[in-house]
């Protein structure tokens, strides 16, 4: 069965960094991985997507050029690395899977969710 464990989250104030970790589990062939954020009130929202099949990528505009999504296939990892952190990304984050790829980073096209984890920015 397919398993999602986020971790590496926490505090930081504005302008710093953190690297959420999503250990993967349970996918037999290609799958693609997405991070979204979710703040009370609000739907999740995609951050960030990347493809076991070709390794592409996708990024919301509001993440682009600080955020970087990668894979480690020898330790069965997606990383999202968050550079130059602003308040406005607070929120809770998930990992989500799928099998296959997909061109879109969006929350109908992910099946398998984590748990989620906390990221606080202060201003």
């Known amino acids: 069965q397919v398993q999602l464990i986020e971790s590496g989250g926490g505090l930081v104030q504005a302008g710093g960094s953190l690297r959420l970790s999503c250990a993967v589990s349970g996918f037999p062939d290609y799958y693609a991985i997405g991070w979204f954020r979710q703040v009370p009130g609000k739907e999740r929202v995609g951050v960030s997507c990347?493809?076991?099949?070709?390794?592409?990528?996708v990024y919301a505009d509001s993440v682009k050029g600080r955020f970087t999504i990668s894979r480690n296939n020898a330790q069965n990892t997606v990383v999202l690395q968050m550079n130059n952190l602003k308040y406005e990304d607070t929120g809770v984050y998930y990992c989500?899977?799928?099998?296959?790829?997909?061109?879109?980073?969006?929350?109908?096209?992910?099946?398998?969710w984590g748990q989620g984890i906390q990221v606080t920015v202060s201003s």
């Open positions: 989500a899977g799928r099998h296959g790829s997909t061109w879109f980073c969006s929350l109908a096209e992910f099946d398998y």
């Open positions: 990347v493809s076991s099949k070709d390794d592409s990528t």
